[in-house]
C-alpha cells in the first residue's frame, strides 16, 4: 500500500533551535508539494517540486526555512532558527503530474512545537 | 489572485444530507476537488471534477460545478457519523490552491 511516509510525527523543540522535517514521497511521483496547515491560516503552500526542482517556494519565508529534495526519494523541510510562530502541522504531499488533473497522496503530517 | 473559499462549519443529523459549498476565484481552473481530512490525519482526495463538466457522481457524493458562477458544492447523501471531518476544495490554477476547509459535525 503506497503511501507518503514524514518523520518525525511530532516534535517539540525550543525556540532558536534547528528543525529538520522529511519526507519519502510515493516511489515513481514527481511532484512534491509541502503545506503548513494552522487554526488561523488554514492550509497554506509553502513550496512545491516537480521532477525534484523547486517551481514555487513564494509562500515560504526564506530568512529561515529551506525546502529541497537531494533525490528522488526524499524531500526535506529545515527551519533555522525555530520561532514559537511557526508551530503548525506540516504535510507533505506527492502527486504525478499531468497535463491536467493533480490528485495529490498526503502523507500524515509532522506537528510541530516550538516553545 | 487565485482563492477559494468555504464556509467554515456544518452540522447535520445522521441520515440527513450534508452540502457544502465552494467558491473559487481563477476560471482558468481546469480540475476542482473535494478533499477529506480526519483528525490527526493528512488530507485524502475524495472526488474531482474536470472543469467541463456540471455534474458528477459517486456513490454517495454528488459534485455540482457551476462555472458561470465559479461555485463548487459537495452533497453527501444519507450522512454518517464516519463522515464527520474536514472538508476541504481546491482548485488547480498552476498549483493546487485550497479553501479554509469545511468541518462537518453529524449529531446522532
Known amino acids: 500500500d503506497a503511501r507518503v511516509t514524514q518523520t518525525p510525527r511530532h516534535k517539540v523543540t525550543e525556540m532558536g533551535q534547528e528543525v529538520t522535517m522529511r519526507c519519502q514521497p510515493i516511489l515513481g511521483h514527481n511532484t512534491v508539494f509541502w503545506y503548513r496547515q494552522t487554526m488561523m491560516q488554514g492550509l497554506e503552500l509553502l513550496a512545491y517540486f516537480r521532477n525534484r526542482a523547486p517551481l514555487d517556494d513564494s509562500g515560504m519565508p526564506k530568512d529561515r526555512f529551506s525546502a529541497e529534495m537531494p533525490d528522488a526519494t526524499l524531500a526535506t523541510l529545515k527551519i533555522q532558527p525555530s520561532e514559537p510562530r511557526d508551530s503548525a502541522v506540516y504535510f507533505c504531499?506527492?502527486?504525478?503530474?499531468?497535463?491536467?488533473?493533480?490528485?495529490?497522496?498526503f502523507g500524515s503530517g509532522t506537528q510541530l512545537s516550538v516553545l | 489572485g487565485e482563492d477559494v473559499e468555504q464556509s467554515l462549519f456544518l452540522s447535520v443529523r445522521e441520515g440527513d444530507s450534508s452540502v457544502i459549498n465552494c467558491t473559487y476565484t481563477d476560471s482558468s481552473s481546469t480540475y476542482l476537488y473535494w478533499y477529506k481530512q480526519e483528525p490527526g490525519a493528512g488530507l485524502q482526495l475524495l472526488t474531482y471534477i474536470f472543469s467541463n463538466m456540471d455534474m458528477k457522481q459517486d456513490q454517495r457524493l454528488t459534485v455540482l460545478l457551476n462555472k458561470k458562477d465559479k461555485h463548487l458544492s459537495l452533497r453527501i447523501a444519507d450522512t454518517q457519523t464516519g463522515d464527520s471531518a474536514i472538508y476541504f476544495c481546491a482548485e488547480k490554477a498552476g498549483k493546487l490552491i485550497f479553501g479554509q476547509g469545511t468541518t462537518l459535525q453529524v449529531k446522532p
Open positions: 504531499a506527492s502527486g504525478l503530474a499531468n497535463p491536467g488533473t493533480e490528485k495529490l497522496f
